[in-house]
């Protein structure tokens, strides 16, 4: 019986699942696509195919083609895009920022307010039912008769900008291979409270679930909890008592910026499952307290904008570059911030660190 090892990625920003084969002493010499169906649930054996001729299915590291014969003690590893879930999903008319489209991939700007994917309280107006009513007119196939969006990753409710979004499933497939091997490039802007001690530097700490409350994520230090996190931030801006600064990922757990700098003791701005939505850093002042206040107000969520997004085309093979500017929401906010900083009030203001009464 050969040995498995299954990794699924439902719970993290990307939404793929990796599969490891180890074949037995005693394998038969059989077809790579016929083993792999007949072990994987779930998975039709075109899924396999298209798999194997996007460079997906590695044995023993080397990509390999459907017809290749199994050995004995071969290692197979697969990666496939993370299946649609078996629920009704229902077409809605909601408006999309469309940057760039083809018959292979889509590339949009996500509103914050906007849920990704249905789940627990968000069956209907989410961007899966938005993409639906999009692909309206997407020719049916055999193996898919209801044309069906294709995410291999995923932007938090509250969080705006690029996404890109598998159109074929052939497109799909090698989507997930990039966001799996992490050779695409993102990068996120995010307004975090406090003067960051230096102008760049790495987060590393693993990340699950809380054990206290389910609905965020916590940071694990020790290595034996979580999945490892990875996150490199730089400064962009700095306005005495919070931060611009640009985060990009070598991992894209679930939350993983929000979780990582509040670790670190710098919240994102309005961040209110991380504490940030309270005045953290400033002054005693009554006027300060009501600036942040009216800064909560101009932008209700947490300050977090996915700026850019680079992927290697999965038909063409051109590596293409999608860029968003910042939203009204944070540019107002950010706007207000800078003027806050450089008035002449500031000149009057404690020190940056002092603790708020």
């Known amino acids: 019986m050969a040995d498995e090892e299954v990794e699924v990625s439902s719970e993290e920003q990307e939404l793929f699942e990796h599969h490891r084969i180890v074949c037995d002493p005693g394998q038969s010499l059989i ?29 023993n590291g080397k990509a390999e083609k459907p017809s290749y014969k199994v050995k004995p003690k071969d290692e197979i590893s697969i990666v496939l895009p993370y299946p649609v879930r078996d629920v009704e999903l229902i077409p809605e008319d909601i408006p999309l920022k469309v940057l760039y489209e083809d018959e292979h991939i889509l590339i949009i700007d996500k509103q914050a307010g906007l849920v990704v994917h249905p789940g627990h309280g968000n069956w209907t107006g989410t961007l899966v039912n938005a993409l639906l009513f999009h692909f309206g007119k997407l020719p049916s196939s055999p193996n898919q008769p209801v044309p069906r969006p ?80 990875i996150t490199h931030w730089s400064v962009l801006e700095r306005f005495t008592y919070v931060c611009l600064v640009e985060c990009k990922l070598e991992t894209g757990r679930t939350h993983q910026i929000r979780a990582h700098m509040a670790w670190k003791g710098h919240p994102l ?88 009464a």
């Open 31 to 59: 077809r790579l696509d016929k083993f792999l169906f007949d072990r994987l649930p779930h998975t039709s054996r075109n899924r396999v195919q298209d798999a194997a001729r996007a460079g997906n299915v590695l044995v």
């Open 269 to 356: 701005f309005n961040d209110a499952e991380y504490g940030g939505d309270r005045v953290l850093k400033g002054t005693v002042f009554t006027k300060y307290k009501q600036f942040v206040e009216n800064c909560f107000a101009m932008c209700p969520r947490q300050a977090l904008h996915a700026s850019m997004l680079e992927i290697t085309h999965p038909a063409t093979g051109e590596r293409m570059r999608f860029e968003s500017p910042l939203p009204p929401d944070m540019e107002s906010l950010i706007a207000k911030w800078r003027a806050y900083a450089n008035g002449p009030a500031m000149a009057n203001l404690p020190e940056p660190d002092e603790p708020e």
């Open 150 to 229: 294709g995410l291999v990753h995923r932007l938090d409710k509250n969080t705006s900008g690029v996404m890109v979004i598998g159109k074929t499933e052939q497109a799909l497939t090698h989507l997930a291979l990039q966001f799996f091997e992490r050779t695409n490039d993102r990068r996120y802007n995010a307004l975090v409270w406090g003067d960051m001690p230096e102008e760049a530097g790495t987060i590393e700490g693993h990340i699950g679930r809380s054990y206290k409350d389910r609905t965020v994520m916590q940071v694990f230090h020790d290595g034996e909890h979580g999945k490892p996190a």
